[in-house]
């Protein structure tokens, strides 16, 4: 299943007190394995960065003066989330954030529903630990040499390892991978797609072409025509 591992850094603590996003990374999983691809940009809040957010994440006022705006990078952010589900740090925080920003454009919103949320994911999972993402890496033996400051990219990727520990660690999503990869040969076998040399050739009839082009028109997103 399509996840992907999300971090944002901000000008402050509440979209509600004017604190805008200066700072975006995300990080695509396979079987909760990162696959390579990654989104990662670096915005305009059009407003001050207080010194207390410049110490968290190091973002000058004269750095962020000429990146764009979210409204520039939002259609190409959306693009990349696609219907996958999100990995969040206090997933409450990041998309009180981002849904603050698509609502001053006039975009939907992304439902909480979505999202995945580590710290209470890891509540669950090792009860009584310390749940900040710091003490997650930390207690998973996951290098943290180069936070020096947060960034969202560096942090959707140490979240990226977080989250495959907390489901059980690399060899069961491989496991769950291969399941998934079994699903999708069984599917082609079933409907007669041959996956020879990597080219996909339907053995239909005429009837069965119809019954699949109808099948297709009713879908959103036919993932396996591309």
């Known amino acids: 299943m399509r996840r992907i591992a999300l971090d944002t850094e901000t000008t402050g603590l509440s979209p509600l007190n004017g604190h805008r996003i200066v700072e975006i990374g995300c990080v695509e999983l396979d079987g909760n394995i990162p696959t390579g691809k990654e989104w990662h940009t670096y915005l305009n809040p059009e407003r001050d960065v207080p010194e207390a957010a410049q110490s968290v994440h190091g973002l000058s006022n004269n750095f962020l003066s000429d990146k764009p705006l979210f409204k520039d990078m939002s259609d190409e952010l959306l693009l990349f989330l696609g219907n996958a589900e999100l990995v969040i740090h206090n997933a409450k925080f990041d998309l009180g954030f981002l849904n603050h920003e698509l ?124």
């Open 103 to 226: 609502k001053i454009i006039n975009k939907p919103i992304i439902r909480m529903e979505k999202a995945i949320d580590t710290v209470i994911l890891a509540r669950k999972t090792i009860p009584g630990a310390a749940a900040s993402l710091d003490a997650l890496c930390k207690r998973f033996n996951i290098d943290l040499t180069k936070r020096e400051k947060h960034g969202a990219l560096l942090d959707a990727q140490l979240l990226a390892e977080v989250y495959l520990e907390l489901t059980g660690g690399r060899q069961s999503s491989f496991q769950l991978a291969e399941e998934e990869k079994e699903k999708k040969r069984k599917f082609f076998k079933n409907n007669n797609i041959d996956l020879n040399k990597n080219n996909l050739e339907a053995k239909l009839n005429d009837q069965e072409i119809k019954e699949h082009e109808k099948l297709i028109s009713k879908l959103k997103s036919a993932i396996w025509l591309k």
